[in-house]
């Protein structure tokens, strides 16, 4: 069979099962659609899931990180410090509350924030670090939380990609200070949008609760206060009856991705695209969830730039994604004086770096026809 004959293998897919979809609509035929009872359950179960620490759900996670900003007391003339390779809410969040980003370069090997670098971009002016765990791989989460205590720090972990992964057979979210996930599409759970925010404390998780709806508490049958400013961020029971059947399936989905990335390494560890020298990302099979596999393309040593690459795949029926352009350099931040040069590996990364397909439901053979079209690639248009 011709590749091209062969169906679209988008980079990523929700897998969704008829039980799911039959639970929704017994939610919708119950009348209770917003926040209700399916969305207390969902925020129980996930409590369990990171040893009794009080959890909220949020419509988004990225008003999960905006709300984690807050509660720490983050706003104007305050710092947090963050990697420039992420999807851009991370850093969005942190102007939103009114304070500075303040990027750190990239560790070229784990392409996640490289901690040797954090200490010397501390300021007086520095209340927070916000790391990012790209693809789901955590940073040393040891060395991270050593900061932190030393520069009395808030941590705000933008776990967005690491629901499953863990740290020193700890799970992250069960530790640590704020967490923060996402459950987009993309993610290995999905509640079809939506996010949590693993709080330290009920105090906390009733500040959580007064942000994510207007600010507003409720006292006995019809008492009403404000006092803070929120917003409307909070969680459908629709959304939450969907994350709580995927909830039930993370081990699984989370098992069968790491079936699938072990699969690559053996598909591209030879071949052309190892003799080109395509950057595979670490190896890590005790502490990542394998959200996703990302290869970085040595474009130094091939006739084509990563937007043809891209093509080529496409033209052969296979998706693939860029996660993600280096933040910097959109035209917002440099705006706001960030200039090219500043921070090296990451601008390398976002030049390079390739998302291809995984996700649960994907075959051996899918797998195997990635590899193969990205070995028939490198192969053609090596320099």
Known sequence: ????????????????DEQTIAEVGDVLRSGWITSGPQVQAFETELSQL?????????????????????????????EVITT???WVATSNTILEVGAKPVFVDIDPVTRNIDLSRIEA???????AIMPVYLAGLPVDMDRLYDIARRHRLRVIEDAAQAIGSQWGGKRIGAFGDFVSFSFHPNKNITSIEGGALVLNNEDEARLAEKYRLQGVSRIGMDGMEVDVLGGKFNLTDVAACVGRAQLKRLNEFNARRTELARRYFDGLTSGAAAECGVQLPPADFANTNWHMFQIMLPLE???????????QLKERGIGSGVHYPAIHLFKLYRGLGFRDGMFPNAERAGRAILTLPLFPAMSDADVERVCLAVNAICLKYKK
């Open 84 to 86: 420039p390779l992420s």
């Open 1 to 16: 069979m011709n590749p091209s004959d062969q169906p679209f293998l988008p980079f990523t897919r929700p897998t969704l």
């Open 301 to 311: 040593r091939l006739t084509l730039d990563r937007a043809g690459f891209m093509t």
């Open 121 to 127: 971009a501390i300021t007086p002016a520095t209340r």
């Open 50 to 78: 990171f040893g009794g620490r009080p959890v909220r759900t949020f419509n988004s996670g990225t008003a999960t990180m905006e709300i984690a900003l807050r509660i720490a007391g983050i706003g104007r003339g305050d």
